[in-house]
């Protein structure tokens, strides 16, 4: 299994669905991160958890809402979203957000249709 | 200027050949420099990462950083049409207590059999 999970690796939603998507890392790892990959356009990051703790909220719109209950689950609670937030969303994590000599492992992510 | 330039391809060799991929930076406060493979419908994969100005070399890649020159590359002797995906590269910097990574748009790579 590969060391950061997520699901599911599709989701159709409309745009007054709620939905969340699933990250899991058996890595061991202190902290973790939701990316969002747009065709043609630089990873961008959008929340940052460091042991449990939000850091960074990278101007992410409220409709976006994400949970991490322990250093090995990341969830993105999704409501209410717009036809452009259709991309591919990716999970990472690394050994703490703090170590850069700590590299980011990311998961397959989530491919995300908003109709 | 965007802090990390990519050139987003395509490029496309034949089997066997030498690929060479270049990213280039305008931030000198960049400590660390990576390179992601990713295949379609996979997320990215870590090939290398490095800390100071140098060549490092794993199997058949070499990365190599000028940070004086703010120039990172990647090359991939005897390629093989299994390595044909999209190459990101990536680099981070001190931002707030904790390591902000900014990554290029990507290089999609087609070697051909």
């Known amino acids: 299994e590969t060391g950061v999970t997520q699901t599911p690796r599709h989701l159709v939603m409309g745009m007054t669905n709620k939905k969340s998507l699933k990250c899991e890392q058996h890595?061991?790892?202190?902290?973790m991160y939701w990316y969002k990959q747009s065709a043609k356009k630089p990873l961008e990051l959008m929340f940052v958890y460091n042991f449990k703790e939000q850091t960074e909220n990278n101007s992410v719109p409220s409709r976006f809402s994400p949970e991490c209950p322990n250093s090995s689950h990341l969830f993105l609670h999704l409501h209410t979203l717009q036809p452009e937030d259709s991309a591919l969303y990716l999970c990472?994590?690394?050994?703490?957000?703090?170590?850069?000599?700590?590299?980011?492992?990311f998961g397959n992510g989530t491919r995300l249709t908003v109709t | 200027q965007k802090e990390v330039e990519q050139d987003p391809g395509p490029l496309s060799v034949p089997e066997g050949a030498i690929v060479s991929l270049n990213c280039t930076y305008s931030n000198s406060a960049f400590q660390y420099f990576m390179w992601y493979r990713q295949y379609s419908r996979k997320g990215p994969e870590l090939l290398m990462y490095?800390?100071?100005?140098g060549n490092k070399e794993d199997g058949r890649f070499t990365a190599q950083v000028d940070k004086s020159s703010k120039y990172i590359s990647l090359f991939i002797r005897d390629s093989q049409p299994s390595d044909s995906a999209t190459y990101l590269c990536a680099m981070s910097r001190n931002s707030g207590g904790y390591q902000k990574v900014t990554f290029g748009t990507g290089t999609k790579l087609q070697v051909i059999p």
């Open positions: 490095t800390y100071s100005s």
């Open positions: 890595l061991g790892h202190n902290a």
């Open positions: 990472a994590s690394s050994q703490g957000a703090a170590r850069g000599e700590s590299p980011l492992h």
